[in-house]
């Protein structure tokens, strides 16, 4: 299809208005720092926002626009550790031919371990996985370890591109939006600092694994070069991942180590699975 009628900029405008609505969106210095970032392919457009407020840590987002090939949208939100609260995660690429799309409330903690944190922010949002589930179905096999990361009302999609794809992701993100910033006005500051440190360092994990293992990364890099995309990643769209914490992507991940210590490049080390849905629709986890 002919992506000049479509654009990821009413997501990321829809958002910065409903948070505007509730709190206060000051701007991050990442913001002032790759503003005018410019693609080697000189017509890809670009927008880079990032902001803070009292209780959110960091609110980013990149848009690469090109109507000719692709459009991207990478849009996250995190909390201040004080609260346990989930990431809002919405990252879309968009071809002429295809849509790869994962939206959710991205859990701090693997939701099949932590029942209590599964029962404390999933369970009345079940619904909305339902209500995806016909137009924005499962997307198939993914990398194994990116389950968990993700929740039982992830929508995990690659479809044909169209239109109504487009709306109804745009229709799914307002509702995903929404929800987040429900539970992040609802958030109150956990007191015990054992456990603030627990959730700053379920945060440095997360932010861990996607500056080394997201799927955008060969984009990037050809877009701007490896330096500016190790910029970009390291110090942009996974801000934090440089002093949140202070373990490695082996500290958490030490599968991924080769004999002489560096990172296995492989995205997976399981492989990939997950044919199908695997929670259902009480947000059960139903794979074996
Ligand atoms: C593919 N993107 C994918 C896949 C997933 C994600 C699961 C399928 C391949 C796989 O299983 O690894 C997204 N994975 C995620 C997310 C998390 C995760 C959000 O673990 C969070 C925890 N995608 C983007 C951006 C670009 C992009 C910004 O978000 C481009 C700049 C591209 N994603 C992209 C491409 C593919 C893809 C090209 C297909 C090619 C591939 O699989 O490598």
């Given at each position: 299809?002919?992506?000049?009628?479509?654009?990821?900029?009413?997501?990321?405008?829809?958002?910065?208005?409903?948070?505007?609505?509730?709190?206060?969106?000051?701007?991050?210095?990442?913001?002032?720092?790759?503003?005018?970032?410019?693609?080697?392919?000189?017509?890809?457009?670009?927008?880079?926002?990032?902001?803070?407020?009292?209780?959110?840590?960091?609110?980013?987002?990149?848009?690469?626009?090109?109507?000719?090939?692709?459009?991207?949208?990478?849009?996250?939100?995190?909390?201040?550790?004080?609260?346990?609260?989930?990431?809002?995660?919405?990252?879309?690429?968009?071809?002429?031919?295809r849509s790869i799309v994962v939206l959710d409330l991205n859990p701090l903690y693997d939701v099949t371990i932590h029942p209590d944190y599964k029962e404390k922010y999933y369970k009345k949002l079940m619904p909305l996985s339902e209500k995806y589930s016909e137009l924005l179905p499962w997307g198939?096999?993914?990398?194994?370890?990116?389950?968990?990361?993700?929740?039982?009302?992830?929508?995990?999609?690659?479809?044909?591109?169209?239109?109504?794809?487009?709306?109804?992701?745009?229709?799914?993100?307002?509702?995903?939006?929404?929800?987040?910033?429900?539970?992040?006005?609802?958030?109150?500051?956990?007191?015990?600092?054992?456990?603030?440190?627990?959730?700053?360092?379920?945060?440095?994990?997360?932010?861990?694994?996607?500056?080394?293992?997201?799927?955008?990364?060969?984009?990037?890099?050809?877009?701007?070069?490896?330096?500016?995309?190790?910029?970009?990643?390291?110090?942009?769209?996974?801000?934090?991942?440089?002093?949140?914490?202070?373990?490695?992507?082996?500290?958490?991940?030490?599968?991924?180590?080769?004999?002489?210590?560096?990172?296995?490049?492989?995205?997976?080390?399981?492989?990939?699975?997950?044919?199908?849905?695997?929670?259902?629709?009480?947000?059960?986890?139903?794979?074996?």
């Open positions: 299809m002919d992506l000049s009628t479509l654009s990821y900029q009413k997501f990321v405008q829809f958002a910065l208005e409903q948070t505007n609505l509730r709190t206060t969106l000051t701007p991050l210095p990442s913001q002032e720092k790759f503003k005018s970032l410019k693609a080697n392919d000189n017509k890809s457009v670009l927008n880079a926002i990032s902001f803070c407020a009292p209780k959110i840590k960091l609110l980013r987002s990149l848009t690469i626009e090109d109507s000719q090939s692709m459009l991207v949208l990478d849009f996250a939100a995190f909390s201040k550790p004080e609260y346990d609260a989930p990431i809002f995660c919405a990252n879309a690429f968009t071809t002429p031919s198939g096999k993914l990398t194994s370890e990116s389950l968990k990361f993700f929740s039982p009302i992830v929508i995990w999609t690659t479809v044909a591109s169209s239109q109504l794809v487009h709306d109804v992701l745009f229709s799914a993100f307002v509702d995903y939006f929404k929800a987040w910033l429900e539970l992040i006005d609802e958030a109150t500051d956990e007191k015990d600092e054992s456990l603030v440190l627990l959730n700053r360092e379920a945060q440095h994990k997360y932010l861990t694994w996607r500056a080394e293992k997201d799927p955008g990364y060969s984009i990037l890099k050809k877009l701007f070069g490896e330096t500016l995309a190790k910029d970009l990643v390291r110090q942009f769209l996974f801000d934090g991942v440089d002093s949140l914490g202070s373990k490695t992507f082996l500290d958490y991940f030490p599968e991924y180590r080769l004999e002489n210590g560096t990172v296995n490049k492989k995205r997976s080390m399981v492989g990939k699975s997950y044919e199908t849905r695997p929670w259902n629709s009480a947000g059960e986890f139903i794979a074996d």
